[in-house]
């Protein structure tokens, strides 16, 4: 199994490539690439949450309350003082720190059916759900961030995987087949509630009419270029040699 360094390594460079690609097709705005970027670290570092003890989810609890009490003092009036809103941003941080985590150390086991493919779904969809109708970003908005935390937590799943394989002899560790999985058969019961939950998720989930219309439509990478056709960073150096000529002139 890969350690915290390596998957928020991964998670970090996946997430900036895409959120780059996004950047360059001009499908995302730069606060939009920098929303996208973080919610995939996040979604990168999910299907270890459920460790009780690891540093891992003492860390992302603690960034995820963070960005979600930031997100509830953002929703505040504007005319509010800076006591009150510091108050709001503590109380939510507590809440989600100390009585979610309790509460989440006890409900889940570790490798259990959060460390599964229907359980990064799920992820995804709060996300997309939570961001549309608590913070009210737009439908678009929501399902992109949702699929970046998808995206980093199947990333998760297929690094575990990849550990439990000794590429060199061909032999499997114990731990192979556990990562990237689509339930869990020692615990029927919770496969089965991660797939109802799932279900209730999509009814809720923002109408995704634009975005499947933008992300699978031609036109939105028909002038995306991977690798420059003449000279590399052709306009970063005429836009810096017109700055200093503007300089020298003044």
Not at 64 to 85: C, G
Not at 237 to 244: D, K, Q, R, S, V
């Given at each position: 199994?890969?350690?915290f ?6 998670a970090?460079?996946?997430?900036s490539i895409?959120?780059t690609i996004?950047?360059a097709s ?5 606060q939009?690439?920098?929303?996208y ?6 979604g990168?570092?999910l299907?270890?949450?459920d460790?009780?003890s690891?540093?891992?989810v003492?860390l992302?609890f603690?960034?995820?309350a963070?960005?979600i ?5 953002f929703?505040q ?5 800076v006591?009150?809103l ?5 109380v939510s941080?507590i809440f989600i ?5 309790s ?5 889940t086991?570790h490798?259990?059916?959060?460390h ?5 779904v799920a992820?995804?969809?709060?996300a997309?759900?939570g961001?549309n ?7 678009f ?7 970046f935390v998808?995206?980093?937590?199947i990333l998760h799943l297929?690094?575990?995987?990849l550990?439990?394989l000794?590429l060199?002899t ?8 556990t ?11 919770a496969?089965?509630a991660?797939?109802m939950f799932i279900?209730?998720?999509?009814v809720?989930?923002?109408s995704?009419?634009r975005f499947f219309s933008v992300i699978?439509?031609s036109q939105?990478?028909e002038h995306l270029?991977?690798?420059p ?11 810096l040699a ?5 300089l020298?002139?003044?």
């Amino acid at each position: 199994m890969a350690d915290f360094k390596t998957h928020l390594t991964v998670a970090s460079i996946g997430s900036s490539i895409a959120a780059t690609i996004l950047f360059a097709s001009a499908v995302a705005s730069p606060q939009e690439v920098l929303l996208y970027f973080i919610f995939g670290v996040v979604g990168g570092l999910l299907p270890d949450i459920d460790s009780d003890s690891s540093l891992t989810v003492r860390l992302l609890f603690t960034f995820i309350a963070t960005l979600i009490s930031f997100l509830i003092m953002f929703k505040q009036r504007a005319d509010n003082t800076v006591m009150e809103l510091f108050i709001i941003w503590a109380v939510s941080f507590i809440f989600i720190k100390f009585f979610i985590f309790s509460l989440f150390t006890k409900l889940t086991v570790h490798r259990g059916i959060i460390h599964s493919i229907p359980a990064s779904v799920a992820f995804g969809c709060m996300a997309a759900i939570g961001l549309n109708r608590i913070f009210h970003f737009s439908d678009f908005v929501s399902w992109m961030a949702g699929g970046f935390v998808f995206g980093g937590s199947i990333l998760h799943l297929i690094l575990d995987e990849l550990c439990g394989l000794n590429l060199l002899t061909g032999q499997t560790k114990k731990s192979s087949g556990t990562a990237f999985k689509f339930g869990s058969i020692g615990n029927i019961r919770a496969t089965i509630a991660i797939y109802m939950f799932i279900a209730i998720l999509f009814v809720a989930m923002p109408s995704h009419t634009r975005f499947f219309s933008v992300i699978f439509a031609s036109q939105t990478y028909e002038h995306l270029e991977f690798f420059p056709s003449g000279k590399w960073f052709s306009r970063l150096c005429a836009e810096l040699a017109h700055n200093g000529g503007s300089l020298a002139l003044d």
